[in-house]
């Protein structure tokens, strides 16, 4: 089954029981319905799932507004397409749902995700076979990241932080703009760039007594910083990644640091001594033992050369179903009447791969994709210059015709500094 707004190439090379090409914007009603008619039509065993999931009978009172007439509105999709995708998913099998990472970087990302899981948990808890849920990460080692605690809900491991406190302010920025944060540094990250809003963040680094960037190449936020240190690439240095799939796989440095840069853990070390405040663990083996401490799931899992994967922790896996009160329809700002997407280019990756050459020469400059009957109407060819206003900003961009992009949306690839689309949305990073 494939869910897209947007032609794929899956749609020529793969054998397809349902597709469902909603309108953009409309994913949280798809999702949403699918769980709604398999509990009308009970395509599972409701019983089962209601007492392995305690919230059960709250989240399908929040599942009321999502009846067939009300989404077909809104996603243009017909209800019995819907009822077949929802018969197929919940057959007694294995499922695998892939995400695509469009969806997770729109305003409401968290919520469509939050919908799918439900609609894994519920079939999950009422029928045979397993559910997986995949939402691709940009980087190779996102999943490293998070395990390690780089997120303000969990300590190293997915432990819980007890001290609310501890994790209920996460806007830096705005902190930053309001004098709350005195120091920031930031680790191999261009928010000027991958971040929503960004004169928000330029307001903020540029109000930030102290500015550190740590990275690879000279960004258009490691420029605004008051100090920059540079890094070493994967190539340079020793550790481990951690893909989607948990397993743990070793990297080695092929070549010594080139210039004055060091690999990210030994600026860590001298940082922490500078501060007075030194490390205990100087090597990678001991990191190592310390994440084993800290970080349950990592217990012996750590590779030598072979790749390993951690188990989760099923004893502190509580399930339960994610309620929210979005309105079904999704309306845009009135007088701007196309829906804006974006995602990488298929050659590019974020802005750091513009100081590849070689993708480059592939993809060497942003070019918008709108349908031809929208151009044909607003008297656009492909090879124009067109500017994209929205109530947050403006940006200037060639622009193609593509039947691969639905009428009414206008897809912008974010990877370009010369088109920052992202000053056009107005989420926050999802």
């Known amino acids: 089954m494939i869910a897209n707004p947007r032609k794929v190439v899956f749609d020529s090379r793969a054998k397809i029981d349902v597709r469902m090409t909603y309108k953009h914007g409309s994913d949280l009603a798809v999702a949403s319905r699918l769980s709604r008619i398999i509990i009308d039509n009970k395509l599972v065993d409701i019983g089962k799932a209601q007492s392995a ?53 729109t ?100 109000t930030v007594p102290f500015l550190v960037v740590t990275d690879v190449f000279m960004t258009d936020t490691a420029r605004m910083a008051d100090l920059v240190l540079p890094t070493s690439t994967f190539a340079e240095k020793d550790g481990t990644y951690t893909n989607m799939s ?24 001298e940082l922490a001594s500078a501060l007075g405040k030194p490390f205990q663990n100087t090597d990678i083996a001991s990191v190592q033992q310390e994440i084993e401490n800290v970080a349950p799931v990592y217990k012996g899992v750590f590779p030598g050369d072979k790749s390993v994967q951690w188990k989760p922790d099923s004893a502190n896996t509580n399930p339960r179903f ?22 990488n280019h298929m050659f590019h990756i974020g ?23 929208d151009a044909k109407g607003l008297g656009i060819s492909s090879g124009d210059s067109i500017v994209v206003e929205s109530p947050e900003g403006k940006v200037e961009v060639k622009v193609k015709t593509s039947k691969v992009t639905s009428r009414g949306m206008l897809y912008i690839p974010k990877n370009w500094t010369t088109v920052p689309v992202n000053a056009l949305r107005n989420g926050e990073e999802g």
């Open 322 to 343: 994610h309620t929210n009160d979005a309105s079904v329809e999704q309306n845009g700002a009135e007088g701007y009447p196309f829906t804006l997407q974006t995602n």
């Open 53 to 105: 999931v305690p919230n059960y009978n709250e989240w399908v009172q929040s599942l009321a507004p999502y009846t067939a007439d009300a989404v077909e509105k809104t996603t243009g999709l017909p209800d019995d397409v819907l009822t077949r995708a929802a018969e197929r998913f919940a057959r007694d099998a294995d499922r695998f749902v892939i995400v695509g990472n469009d969806i997770l970087d």
């Open 107 to 206: 305003n409401q990302g968290e919520e469509i995700l939050n919908a799918l899981l439900n609609l894994c948990t519920l079939v999950q808890h009422g029928s045979t076979g397993s559910v997986s849920i995949y939402p691709p990460r940009e980087h190779c080692n996102s999943q490293g990241v998070n395990d390690m605690g780089c997120t303000p809900e969990f300590l190293p491991g997915y432990q819980p932080i007890k001290d609310s406190s501890a994790s209920g302010d996460t806007d830096l920025f705005q902190n930053c703009i309001d004098g709350k944060l005195k120091f920031l540094f930031i680790a191999g990250e261009d928010p000027l760039q991958s971040y929503y809003k960004p004169q928000l963040v330029k307001e903020a680094l540029r």
């Open 351 to 373: 802005s750091y791969s513009q100081s590849a050459k070689a993708l480059v020469d592939i993809g060497p400059e942003c070019i918008a994709e709108l349908h031809p009957d």
């Open 246 to 269: 948990r397993h743990v796989q070793r990297v080695a440095a092929a070549v010594i640091p080139q210039g004055l840069s060091k690999p990210d853990f030994d600026i860590l070390i």
